[in-house]
């Protein structure tokens, strides 16, 4: 059976399409079906964790689990699991393209990018979806594409309208805070990427994030802060790798968000302070909480970083 993470992203949608307590819609916008999992609706706990299925292309598994209420300031956390991390993470859950037409802007990722392919990432790493003639694309905004937005995003990715399908939830909707809290994983993969580690070499993954209460509607800022401290200050990943110990020693400590010189303030008055612009932000800052790094080629493990709850606390119960 070959691989196709838009085919079994499709199929994630339609088993959440059939289930009555869902909490999702789905309406036609320029042929394209777009799925509201929390636009025109309230959202729900089952739908979040399907979206962030979805924008991990099927090859991961995310659920709702319990967590220390004192320690992360939440009840909930979410979980994530991934074989297939580099495909998964990088090449489909990555919000690597800002979808914009018109008037209309948003953060986009999901398999659909495999067939864009237009990112430095993609082409790095050499990752696409050859498999299938359809495309599913999640957008991360406060409202409906338009069917100008619908046609490029359809172009780009080289599909029909009507092969395309577009999932969209805003981080101030519970199933928008519960799919951004699932990146877990991918914050991680990227920071390491970034530090010249070989991606290809890590097998497996799993990350865990507080699940923050979502902020009031409308309140993108307060959205995002609340999200990125669910994992700056809160998630815990786990990777394990296949290499020499060397690869391993030069990156580890510098994996977890404490690296960065931005560390240590909720995010809402970190991206205050650069003028609601993510490009001036210390891109080292965008990772775990707390990373740990098992080796299965020398059977040694490697942790490092820290939880801040009293940042949580602020950011969650403000």
């Given at each position: 059976m070959r691989l196709s993470p838009n085919q079994n992203a499709i199929g994630v949608i339609e088993r959440l399409a059939a289930d009555p307590v869902s909490g999702v819609t789905v309406r036609e916008i320029g042929d394209a079906n777009v799925y509201d999992?929390?636009?025109k609706v309230d959202g729900t706990l089952a739908g979040g964790l399907a979206l962030a299925e979805i924008c991990l292309g099927g090859l991961g598994r995310v659920s709702l689990v319990p967590c220390d209420g004192q320690r992360f300031v939440s009840a909930n956390s979410i979980y994530v699991q991934t074989d297939a991390p580099?495909?998964?993470?990088?090449?489909?859950?990555?919000?690597?393209?800002?979808?914009?037409?018109?008037?209309?802007?948003?953060?986009?990722?999901?398999?659909?990018?495999l067939h864009r392919g237009r990112e430095a990432m993609l082409q790095k790493y050499d990752l696409g979806d050859s498999e299938s003639k359809s495309a599913v694309v999640v957008l991360e905004a406060e409202s409906f594409p338009t069917e100008s937005t619908i046609a490029l995003i359809a172009e780009q990715c080289g599909v029909q309208a009507k092969q395309l399908r577009v999932c969209i939830a805003p981080s101030t909707s519970i199933a928008g805070s519960a799919q951004v809290v699932a990146r877990s994983i991918e914050t991680a993969l990227h920071k390491i990427d970034e530090l010249g580690f070989d991606v290809r070499?890590?097998?497996?993954?799993?990350?865990?994030?507080?699940?923050?209460?979502?902020?009031?509607r409308g309140d993108m800022i307060g959205g995002i802060g609340r999200t990125n401290d669910a994992m700056l200050y809160g998630a815990e990943v786990t990777l394990y790798v296949n290499c020499d110990d060397e690869a391993v020693e030069s990156i580890y400590e510098k994996i977890p968000s404490c690296s960065s010189s931005d560390y240590g303030?909720?995010?809402?008055?970190?991206?205050?302070?650069?003028?609601?612009?993510f490009y001036k932000v210390d891109p080292m800052l965008f990772s775990p909480a707390v990373v740990t790094v098992c080796n299965l080629?020398?059977?040694?493990?490697f942790r490092a970083g820290k939880f801040l709850t009293d940042v949580l606390r602020e950011s969650f119960l403000s």
């Open positions: 999992f929390g636009v580099l495909l998964a993470c990088l090449g489909c859950q990555y919000a690597g393209w800002p979808v914009q037409a018109d008037d209309y802007f948003a953060m986009g990722s999901g398999p659909a990018r070499r890590i097998v497996s993954g799993t990350g865990c994030a507080p699940l923050p209460p979502p902020a009031k303030r909720p995010f809402a008055k970190i991206f205050a302070d650069y003028d609601h612009d080629k020398s059977g040694r493990t």
